[in-house]
């Protein structure tokens, strides 16, 4: 169990940090209708999200279109906890915006938390058709094949095309390890 919630917090945090990134791109390459809170995504005090989030629900509910605010809001309700409401809040963005890998993972994290793996794989594999290299997708579609469906032999692979691409990150160490075990035929405590 202990191992799994080093896991989990690990994607939540990478997660949570590429939303943020994602939510900074986004608004240099978009007009952006109205502004959002100035506090970065992944970041403040519960009341800081709460008042970020109320505000980002007022934008939509004007703007339905705003694709930005949206992703905002599903990586606010993603680093709160709240998964069905990023998953909601997500599903509203890929409306508007079909294409993008990252919304597509966070997404699929969000699955898999409440426990929808095969959902899961399902954006994980979306996100890798539109970008093979999308590290959060690889590294995730691992987690879910081998810690949450017991099946490392499908989800191998993908922590392999991981290391292929970014072998020297703190992360990458970390599935270089997990593939150690499951090579060993010990995978990592998971509950």
């Known amino acids: 169990m202990k191992n799994e919630n080093i896991i989990i917090a690990v994607v939540a945090l ?10 900074f ?3 240099s390459t978009h ?11 992944g970041s403040g005090s519960p009341t800081d999200y709460a008042r970020r989030i109320a505000e980002a629900e007022k934008v939509v509910a004007q703007d339905p279109k705003n694709v930005t605010v949206w ?8 680093d709160t906890d709240q998964a069905q409401k990023a998953i909601g809040a997500y599903a509203k963005a890929l409306e508007l915006d ?3 890998p990252n919304v597509l993972t966070d997404q699929g994290v969000m699955y898999r938390r409440v426990g929808w793996y095969d959902k899961a794989i399902v954006n994980f594999g979306k996100a890798l058709t539109l970008d093979p290299k999308h590290l959060q997708s690889l590294y995730n579609m691992g987690i879910v094949y ?11 692979p993908y922590w392999k095309k991981y290391i292929e ?10 599935i270089k390890g997990m593939i150690e075990q499951y090579s060993k035929g010990t995978p990592p405590a998971t509950k």
């Open 71 to 78: 992703i905002s809001l599903g990586n606010d309700y993603f």
């Open 31 to 41: 007009k952006q209708e109205q502004a959002m809170p100035a506090i970065p995504a």
């Open 14 to 23: 990478i997660a949570g940090l590429l939303g943020g990134y994602l939510v």
């Open 146 to 156: 081998a810690v949450d469906m017991k099946q490392p032999e499908k989800g191998l």
């Open 165 to 174: 691409v970014d072998p020297t990150s703190a992360t990458a160490i970390q």
């Open 25 to 27: 791109s986004i608004s």
């Open 98 to 100: 079909p294409n993008n």
